[in-house]
C-alpha cells in the first residue's frame, strides 16, 4: 500500500530490553515497511527512517489505538498518489489507498466498538 511519509527523521526505535520481542508476540506490529513486492528490506528506500525492524505502526495490547509514522491521510484520493499521474481524469477522485486504513478502522469500530471498555 503506497502511503506517503512526512515526518523527517521521525521513526520506532526503543531502549527498552524485549520490548520489541513482546511487541511481535504480541501481535501489536501493526505495518512494516516493504518494497511493492511486500519484501522487508531493512535498508533505504524501503526502510526511509531506519526503524527498528522496519516498523511503520504498533498498536496498543487491545488493538484500539494505532501509532502510525507514515501518512494515509496524504492518499486519501488518488490525485494525492505520487505516479497517479496519467491514469484516468475520473479515477484521480476514487478513494486512494490510504482511506482503506480509515475504512476498516471504521468498519471494525462499527462492529467491535461496544464491546470496548
Not at 32 to 38: A, K, N, S, V
Not at 71 to 83: D, F, K, L, Y
Request: hydrophobic share 30%.
Amino acid at each position: 500500500m503506497p502511503i506517503p511519509i512526512a515526518h523527517g527523521e521521525g521513526r520506532f526505535t526503543t531502549k527498552e530490553e524485549g520490548l520489541l520481542e513482546k511487541l511481535k508476540e504480541g501481535g501489536q506490529i501493526v505495518f512494516r515497511y516493504c518494497d511493492r513486492g511486500g519484501n522487508i528490506v531493512g535498508e533505504f528506500p524501503v526502510n526511509p527512517n531506519g526503524s527498528v525492524y522496519n516498523i511503520a505502526a504498533i498498536c496498543n495490547p487491545e488493538g484500539n489505538v494505532m501509532s502510525i509514522m507514515p501518512h494515509p491521510e496524504r492518499a486519501s484520493w488518488n490525485r494525492q498518489v505520487p505516479g497517479f499521474e496519467g491514469k484516468s481524469f475520473r479515477d484521480m477522485d476514487a478513494d486512494g489507498p490510504g482511506r482503506k486504513i480509515f475504512h476498516s478502522m471504521k468498519e471494525y469500530i462499527e462492529k467491535e466498538g461496544s464491546s470496548w471498555k
